[in-house]
């Protein structure tokens, strides 16, 4: 089993910054990819960033140039950099890792007040 534990969600002000985290531990045996999805109330889960084995990464349009995703491979940990946050940006994010199987967090909460 894989456990994904987040921290790094709050409440921060417009034009803000936050960092999550996602750190795996349990029986990884190998990982295809890590990423970010988040869900606002009412609203559909949607992915926000992923990061490939090879280091490849992908962005929601609505976050190019705010948002940075990285990995520390050696920690089995994944970021996420939230920059210039927006209010629409407020969200439940949850990690996702993609092994052998798929594998969520809980969910941090991230609250952007205008």
């Known amino acids: 089993q894989v456990q994904l534990v987040e921290s790094g969600g709050g409440l921060v002000q417009a034009g803000g910054s936050l960092r999550l985290s996602c750190a795996a531990s349990g029986s990884i045996f190998s990982i295809n990819a890590m990423g970010w999805y988040r869900q606002a109330p009412g609203k559909q889960r949607e992915l926000v960033a992923v990061?490939?084995?090879?280091?490849?990464?992908n962005y929601v349009d609505s976050v190019k140039g705010r948002f940075t995703i990285s990995r520390d491979n050696a920690k089995n940990t994944v970021y996420l950099q939230m920059n210039s946050l927006k209010p629409e940006d407020t969200a439940v994010y949850y990690c996702h890792l993609i092994g052998s199987s798929d594998y969520w967090g809980q969910g941090t909460q991230v609250t952007v007040s205008s």
């Open positions: 990061i490939r084995s090879g280091g490849r990464t």
